[in-house]
């Protein structure tokens, strides 16, 4: 965080910056009853970081597009993963134990980034499936 590449490694980034930008936040309720076949048209947004949400739009012209931050602008659906409102996802919902839908318990995960201090390895917004050794 902070750092100089913050913008292309903080995927905890809740807006989009750019066109070309990948890591913005996206939560979706997922309305598919046929886990093999997606079909986005039944999607329910809940939180987009590519749009701004109308609580205190600046241009209400354009909330199609991502928030303008400067001018107190936020992201679509933002205080589902944002409770600080520092535009960085928390991770975690005091009301839900599993934020991403991975099955994993969104505690356990943050747990185990402090445990382990490898920040990013497991965390509620994304997890890498690891294999382990013995």
Same mark, same amino acid.
Not at 8 to 23: F, P, V
Not at 50 to 70: E, F, H, M, R
Not at 77 to 105: S, Y
């Given at each position: 965080?902070?750092?100089?590449?913050? /913008?292309?490694?903080? /995927?905890?980034?809740?807006?989009?910056?750019?066109?070309?930008?990948?890591?913005?936040?996206?939560?979706?309720?997922?309305?598919?009853?046929?886990?093999?076949?997606?079909?986005?048209?039944? $999607?329910?947004?809940?939180?987009?970081?590519? +749009?701004?949400?109308?609580?205190? +739009?600046? /241009?209400?012209?354009?909330?199609?597009?991502?928030?303008?931050?400067? #001018?107190?602008?936020?992201?679509?659906?933002?205080?589902?993963?944002?409770?600080?409102?520092?535009?960085?996802?928390?991770?975690?919902?005091?009301?839900?134990?599993?934020? $991403?839908?991975?099955?994993?318990?969104?505690?356990?995960? #943050?747990?185990?980034?402090?445990?382990?201090?490898?920040?990013?390895?497991?965390?509620?917004?994304? /997890?890498?499936?690891?294999?382990?050794?013995?």
């Amino acid at each position: 965080m902070d750092g100089v590449d913050e /913008y292309a490694t903080n /995927y905890l980034r809740m807006y989009k910056r750019t066109a070309g930008d990948t890591m913005w936040a996206l939560l979706i309720e997922d309305a598919d009853t046929d886990f093999e076949s997606i079909d986005p048209s039944n $999607d329910v947004d809940l939180c987009r970081g590519d +749009i701004t949400d109308q609580w205190d +739009i600046y /241009y209400a012209a354009s909330p199609n597009s991502p928030p303008s931050l400067n #001018v107190g602008e936020w992201e679509y659906g933002w205080w589902h993963l944002d409770i600080d409102g520092d535009h960085t996802a928390e991770g975690t919902d005091p009301t839900k134990w599993d934020t $991403d839908g991975d099955w994993l318990h969104d505690g356990w995960e #943050v747990t185990e980034d402090e445990v382990d201090g490898v920040r990013g390895d497991s965390s509620p917004i994304h /997890y890498d499936s690891r294999a382990t050794t013995t």
